[in-house]
């Protein structure tokens, strides 16, 4: 994807900084009307302005990987390894040493209090694609050229590969479409299709319904993508109905259903009937109460996430590719969390 954007950089430069800005406003994406002062100068905004002017403007899978997977958040990684592997010291020192007034130990701060959001994100970015007169057109980032040190969506002036990947029967506008979950997905299935296994995904998601997913936070807070870059952690809902179509037909797969609906058919509920009859201690009942509550309330996370599975087809057959009319059909064992299981 990077070879073919860059090797249109001069057209595409040209042409989208002056006549194609983006008419995109999904509800989570920048608003373009931020003060100056909400938009502060981060050392990854430097970096990116940098690289847009030299090569022209970036896709917004190329934008999330810079600004997720920045060397120094892999540097600050690095140390928060050995911390662990040290022995998890209460107290220890960071020194940098070297020209600069910090910058470089203060990305690395940074992504201790973003370490969770770091580890889980696996480096899985979207291209966002959006129906015109013309067909379909990526988005891309660019520098806005009449503001300093800001960025701003534009629109590619012609189809770039992002575009092969939508359906020819799709009917919304906006589409985020991830090709790095579809060769994952594809991987896998070809593993278990052929060795046998199953994958469990649960993540925030959709079948094939939403858009305008995309989105920033920062400090547990819905926060603009374009705004200081690197502060922030990038993320977007997965499609489901993508990754079923990535499968291929080489493995059966179930779902996407609630978080609520699969833990319930796990046991959650007899499961914390036991655990609160065995605890005395109110303290212990309040967070096991607590913990249920953020599991299963549909607005917390109850209904936000979902679980997808990929299993062999002879999984769901009985352990049997093809029988005849005289053969006798093995009845399938329920796949548990997808159907609710037989307490005995």
């Known amino acids: 994807m990077r070879a073919v954007v860059s090797s249109c950089a001069g057209p595409l430069c040209a042409a989208a900084r002056s006549v194609i800005p983006s008419i995109w406003r999904g509800k989570y994406f920048s608003s373009g009307n931020e003060p100056a002062e909400n938009n502060p100068v981060t050392p990854m905004l430097r970096h990116l302005m940098y690289k847009i002017k030299s090569t022209g403007p970036i896709t917004v899978a190329e934008y999330m990987k810079e600004v997720l997977t920045n060397p ?92 092969a990947f939508i359906q020819h029967d799709e009917t919304r506008d906006h589409v985020e479409v991830c090709p790095d979950a579809g060769v994952i997905i594809q991987e896998l299935s070809q593993r278990i299709a052929l060795t046998g296994g199953a994958a469990l995904i649960a993540d925030y998601g959709h079948d094939g319904t939403k858009t305008d997913t995309f989105r920033g936070f920062c400090g547990h807070k819905l926060h603009d993508v374009l705004i200081a870059p690197g502060t922030a952690d990038l993320t977007a809902d997965v499609d489901f109905s993508y990754l079923r179509r990535m499968a291929q037909g080489k493995v059966a797969s179930l779902g996407p259903i609630k978080q609520q609906t699969f833990f319930k058919n796990m046991g959650i509920d007899v499961r914390l009937k036991v655990l609160l009859d065995k605890s005395d201690e109110p303290l212990m009942r309040q967070q096991l109460l607590h913990g249920y509550d953020m ?50």
Request: net charge neutral; glycine share 8%; proline share 6%.
């Open 72 to 163: 120094a958040k892999l540097l600050g990684i690095w140390f928060i390894s050995e911390w662990m592997a040290t022995g998890r010291s209460v107290a220890f020192q960071l020194v940098e040493l070297g020209p600069g007034r910090g910058t470089l130990v203060g990305d690395i701060l940074r992504v201790f209090s973003q370490l969770g959001s770091v580890l889980k994100n696996c480096d899985i970015s979207i291209h966002l694609v959006e129906k015109t007169p013309q067909g379909w057109r990526e988005v891309f980032v660019d520098v806005d050229p009449e503001v300093s040190d800001k960025l701003r969506f534009v629109l590619a002036p012609c189809a770039t590969p992002a575009a």
């Open 295 to 344: 599991l299963m309330n549909p607005e917390k996370m109850g209904e936000r996430f979902n679980f997808f599975a990929l299993l062999p087809h002879q999984r769901l057959h009985g352990g049997r590719h093809q029988m005849n009319a005289c053969q006798s059909k093995t009845s399938a064992f329920p796949v548990a969390g997808f159907s609710e299981l037989a307490w005995q």
